[in-house]
C-alpha cells in the first residue's frame, strides 16, 4: 500500500522531482516518478531546524546576558556532560559532539509527529537504521583511534587466550546484533505509538487523544534518551582501557 504524502512531500516531488532523481542516480536506481518519501523530507526539515536553531543560538551567546535559549542548551548540555562522564569516564567530552548530535536529532524526529502535518521520521526502519549504523560505525572507530586496530580486535578474545576460539565468534555476534537491536527498538516503539495515537483521533473526540498523545510525547524522549544511553554505553565499553 503506497503511503500517503504530507504536505511538504508533495511540495518536493511538484518542484523538485528531478532533484530527487538526481539523488537516485547516484545510488544507481531507477528515476521514480515521484522519488521523495515522506521519511526523506522528514529528515531533511529536521536537519534544517537543527541547523536554523544552532545559528540562532550561536549568534545570541552572551557571556554576561545569557537568553532563554542559551539557558535551556545550557541544561541540556550539562545533562549530555553528566550522562557521557558516568558512561564513558573524564574523558567524555571528546565525543560530546557526537552523542549531542545523534540524541538531538532522534528527539526532534520523535517530537515533530505532534505538530499537525508531520510525521515522525523514525517511523520509518531505514531512518532508525541509519542513527544504528551511525552509532555502530562510530564506536567501533574511537575504539580503534584509542587502541589500534589489533589491540582492538585483541579484547573480542576476552581475558584468557584459551577461550579466544569461543568467545570471539560470541563477541562479534553480539557486536552485530546491535544495530538490528537500536533500529528494531527506535522504529518499533515510534511506530505502535504513531498508529495508537492516530487511531483514538479518527475514532474518538478531543480529550482522549490529547492524552495519547503526551504518552506519545513521553515514549518519544524515553526513547531518544535510550538511544543515547545505549550509544554511550558502547563507546565506553569501546575506549575503557584508555581511561585505565
Given at each position: 500500500?503506497?503511503?500517503?504524502?504530507?504536505?511538504?512531500?508533495?511540495?518536493?516531488?511538484?518542484?523538485?522531482?528531478?532533484?530527487?532523481?538526481?539523488?537516485?542516480?547516484?545510488?544507481?536506481?531507477a528515476?521514480?516518478?515521484?522519488?521523495?518519501?515522506?521519511?526523506?523530507?522528514?529528515?531533511?526539515?529536521v536537519?534544517?531546524?537543527?541547523?536554523?536553531?544552532?545559528?540562532?543560538?550561536?549568534?545570541?551567546?552572551?557571556?554576561?546576558?545569557?537568553?532563554?535559549?542559551?539557558?535551556?542548551?545550557?541544561?541540556?548540555?550539562?545533562?549530555?556532560?553528566?550522562?557521557?562522564?558516568?558512561?564513558?569516564?573524564?574523558?567524555?567530552?571528546?565525543?560530546?559532539?557526537?552523542f549531542?548530535?545523534?540524541?538531538?536529532?532522534?528527539?526532534?524526529?520523535?517530537?515533530?509527529?505532534?505538530?499537525?502535518?508531520?510525521e515522525?521520521?523514525t517511523?520509518?526502519a531505514?531512518v532508525?537504521?541509519?542513527?544504528?549504523?551511525?552509532?555502530?560505525?562510530?564506536?567501533?572507530?574511537?575504539?580503534?583511534?584509542?587502541?589500534?586496530?589489533?589491540?582492538y580486535?585483541?579484547?573480542?578474545?576476552?581475558?584468557?587466550?584459551?577461550l579466544?576460539?569461543?568467545?570471539?565468534?560470541?563477541?562479534?555476534?553480539?557486536?552485530?546484533?546491535?544495530?538490528?537491536?537500536?533500529?528494531?527498538?527506535?522504529?518499533?516503539?515510534?511506530?505502535?505509538?504513531?498508529?495508537?495515537?492516530?487511531?483514538?483521533?479518527?475514532v474518538?473526540?478531543?480529550?482522549?487523544?490529547?492524552?495519547?498523545m503526551?504518552?506519545?510525547?513521553?515514549?518519544?524522549?524515553?526513547?531518544?534518551?535510550?538511544?543515547?544511553?545505549?550509544?554511550?554505553?558502547?563507546?565506553?565499553?569501546?575506549?575503557?582501557?584508555?581511561?585505565?
Open positions: 500500500m503506497p503511503e500517503t504524502e504530507i504536505w511538504l512531500t508533495r511540495l518536493f516531488n511538484d518542484h523538485l522531482a528531478s532533484l530527487g532523481n538526481w539523488f537516485l542516480g547516484l545510488a544507481r536506481m528515476p521514480q516518478p515521484r522519488p521523495w518519501a515522506n521519511y526523506i523530507t522528514m529528515e531533511l526539515l536537519a534544517a531546524i537543527l541547523v536554523v536553531v544552532t545559528l540562532m543560538l550561536r549568534a545570541r551567546l552572551s557571556h554576561d546576558r545569557p537568553g532563554k535559549l542559551q539557558h535551556t542548551f545550557e541544561l541540556l548540555y550539562e545533562f549530555l556532560n553528566d550522562q557521557a562522564r558516568d558512561q564513558v569516564g573524564h574523558h567524555s567530552n571528546r565525543y560530546l559532539a557526537f549531542g548530535t545523534i540524541f538531538f536529532f532522534i528527539l526532534l524526529s520523535n517530537l515533530i509527529s505532534l505538530v499537525p502535518g508531520f515522525a521520521p517511523m520509518n531505514a532508525t537504521l541509519g542513527c544504528a549504523m551511525a552509532t555502530f560505525l562510530y564506536y567501533n572507530m574511537v575504539g580503534i583511534q584509542a587502541h589500534g586496530v589489533l589491540k580486535l585483541a579484547h573480542f578474545a576476552g581475558p584468557l587466550w584459551w579466544a576460539p569461543l568467545m570471539f565468534p560470541v563477541e562479534i555476534i553480539g557486536h552485530l546484533a546491535r544495530p538490528l537491536s537500536l533500529t528494531i527498538r527506535l522504529y518499533g516503539n515510534m511506530y505502535a505509538g504513531e498508529q495508537v495515537t492516530l487511531v483514538f483521533i479518527k474518538t473526540k478531543l480529550v482522549v487523544p490529547v492524552a495519547f503526551g504518552l506519545h510525547l513521553f515514549v518519544a524522549v524515553v526513547q531518544a534518551y535510550i538511544f543515547l544511553l545505549l550509544t554511550m554505553m558502547y563507546v565506553g565499553t569501546a575506549v575503557v582501557h584508555e581511561e585505565h
